[in-house]
T-cell receptor, first 115, second 111 residues
Framework: DTEVTQTPKHLVMGMTNKKSLKCEQHMGHRAMYWYKQKAKKPPELMFVYSYEKLSINESVPSRFSPECPNSSLLNLHLHALQPEDSALYLC??????????????FGQGTRLTVV | EDQVTQSPEALRLQEGESSSLNCSYTVSGLRGLFWYRQDPGKGPEFLFTLYSAGEEKEKERLKATLTKKESFLHITAPKPEDSATYLCAVPSSGGYQKVTFGTGTKLQVIP
C-alpha cells in the first residue's frame, strides 16, 4: 500500500479563520513533507519532518505551522492566511532512511482557497 | 546551483504516436532521479526511480532511461489516458531530503 491520505480535499477559509490540514500514512515512512503547488508550477517544498522532528523549514511564513504528532500523522495549521496562499497543498512521505534519497509518495492534496 | 530542465513544455501526440520527454539536470553527485505523473488537481503519482547511468525501468507503455546528464521518458503507443503532466525530480545537493523538481512536460494524447 503506497497511500498517503489527506483531508479535507477542498477548503475555503477567510483571512481571519484558523484551520488545519491533515495527512496520514501507514507505510512506516520516517520522513514526511508539506509542499505547496500553484497552477502550472512544480511542487514547492515547505517543511520536512524526519523521525517526527522538524528538519527543514523553507523560510515559510509563521501563519503556516506544521505539527507531527506521531510517525504516521502530519498536520498543517493555518492562521491569518492571505489570498495569495490559495494553492494545492500536498503531503508526501518517504522512507527517509539511509544516505540515498528514496522516492516520495504524495497524497491527493487539499485545494485551499483563501477569501 | 541545482538545475532541472524538462523539455518540451507541452507535447501533443496522436494516439499510438510514440515519443520521448527529456529531463536534463545539473547537480553535484547524483543520488537518484525520480519521475512522476500528475493529473490536474491531483497529487503527483510516483512512476520510477533511477540511480545510475545506463539504468532503465519500464512500466506498461513507459520506459525511463538515465545518462550522466539527462533522463528520458519514452512513451510507446500512447493512449488518451496517458495525458498528464510528467515531472522529474532530483535530490538536491544541499540536503538529502530536498528535491529539485523540473517544471514538467504537459502531455496530451488525442484519440
Amino acid at each position: 500500500d503506497t497511500e498517503v491520505t489527506q483531508t479535507p480535499k477542498h477548503l475555503v477559509m477567510g483571512m481571519t479563520n484558523k484551520k488545519s490540514l491533515k495527512c496520514e500514512q501507514h507505510m512506516g515512512h520516517r520522513a514526511m513533507y508539506w509542499y505547496k503547488q500553484k497552477a502550472k508550477k512544480p511542487p514547492e517544498l515547505m517543511f520536512v519532518y524526519s523521525y517526527e522532528k522538524l528538519s527543514i523549514n523553507e523560510s515559510v511564513p509563521s501563519r503556516f505551522s506544521p505539527e507531527c504528532p506521531n510517525s504516521s500523522l502530519l498536520n498543517l495549521h493555518l492562521h491569518a492566511l492571505q489570498p495569495e496562499d490559495s494553492a494545492l497543498y500536498l503531503c508526501a512521505s518517504s522512507q527517509g532512511q539511509g544516505p540515498m534519497n528514496t522516492e516520495a509518495f504524495f497524497g491527493q492534496g487539499t485545494r485551499l482557497t483563501v477569501v | 546551483e541545482d538545475q532541472v530542465t524538462q523539455s518540451p513544455e507541452a507535447l501533443r501526440l496522436q494516439e499510438g504516436e510514440s515519443s520521448s520527454l527529456n529531463c536534463s539536470y545539473t547537480v553535484s553527485g547524483l543520488r537518484g532521479l525520480f519521475w512522476y505523473r500528475q493529473d490536474p488537481g491531483k497529487g503527483p503519482e510516483f512512476l520510477f526511480t533511477l540511480y545510475s547511468a545506463g539504468e532503465e525501468k519500464e512500466k506498461e507503455r513507459l520506459k525511463a532511461t538515465l545518462t550522466k546528464k539527462e533522463s528520458f521518458l519514452h512513451i510507446t503507443a500512447p493512449k488518451p489516458e496517458d495525458s498528464a503532466t510528467y515531472l522529474c525530480a532530483v535530490p538536491s545537493s544541499g540536503g538529502y531530503q530536498k528535491v529539485t523538481f523540473g517544471t514538467g512536460t504537459k502531455l496530451q494524447v488525442i484519440p
